[in-house]
């Protein structure tokens, strides 16, 4: 069955950079593009944007453009996403997809020093 | 942007209600509209996909519609596992955008 596992909430400092992973399993992996949205304050969703993942191809909501960066390494069906720069802004709730289809458990991010 | 200006926020319901959530498209976005649900410490659920397409496992209760740019999502006689956010999705186009959520609360 498709899964896609994310890494473990995640506590940094302001300024900093944070890498997410989300591990796919259950299907092949280069067969569908890995989108990131994110979830704030519980309630509204925000598309980042996908990678495609047999290319490398990234396409960014222009607002995360310099805040994120995705990549992945189909050695390990993982897709990962980091954030640089971290402000208070950017404490949320993370999520990968599937288009949309699967979904990851989510990570927290929380920004704090 | 395309943005979808979903209502309402909030929604006061009873069991076996039908409720009937909508979002409104700034500009045409066909038929590329998903709706999800979302429980909380949860992640979103696709409910219906290309704007009136009931996704597996879902419950037939759940229909999606489409009159021009209004899209909604319905729930007949609802019941207490259906008492949840929910979040509606244009896929028409890049940047992809969400509908600000409707959060669906119990009288």
């Known amino acids: 069955q498709v899964n896609l596992l994310q890494s473990g909430a995640a506590l940094v400092k302001p300024g900093a950079s944070v890498k997410l992973s989300c591990k796919a399993s259950?299907?092949?992996?280069?067969?569908?593009?890995i989108h990131w949205v994110k979830q704030s304050h519980g309630k509204s969703l925000e598309w980042i944007g996908y990678i495609n993942p047999n290319s490398g191809y990234t396409n960014y909501n222009e607002k995360f453009k310099s805040k994120a960066t995705l990549t992945v390494d189909k050695s390990t069906n993982t897709a990962y996403m980091e954030l640089s720069r971290l402000t208070s802004e950017d404490s949320a709730t993370y999520y990968c997809?599937?288009?949309?289809?699967?979904w990851g458990q989510g990570v927290m991010v929380t920004v704090s020093s | 942007d395309i943005q979808m200006t979903q209502s309402p926020s909030s929604m006061s319901v009873s069991l076996g209600d039908t409720v009937t959530i909508t979002c409104r498209a700034s500009q045409d976005v066909g038929i590329y509209v998903n709706w999800f649900q979302q429980k909380p410490g949860k992640s979103p659920r696709r409910m219906i996909y290309r704007a009136t397409n009931l996704a597996d496992g879902v419950p037939s209760r759940f229909s999606g519609s489409r009159s021009g740019s209004d899209y909604s999502l319905t729930i007949s006689s609802l019941e207490s596992e259906d008492v949840a956010d929910y979040h509606c999705?244009?896929?028409?186009?890049?940047?992809?955008?969400f509908g600000g959520g409707t959060k669906l609360e119990l009288k």
């Open positions: 997809t599937r288009t949309g289809d699967y």
């Open positions: 999705l244009q896929y028409d186009e890049y940047p992809r955008t």
């Open positions: 259950g299907y092949t992996f280069t067969d569908y593009y």
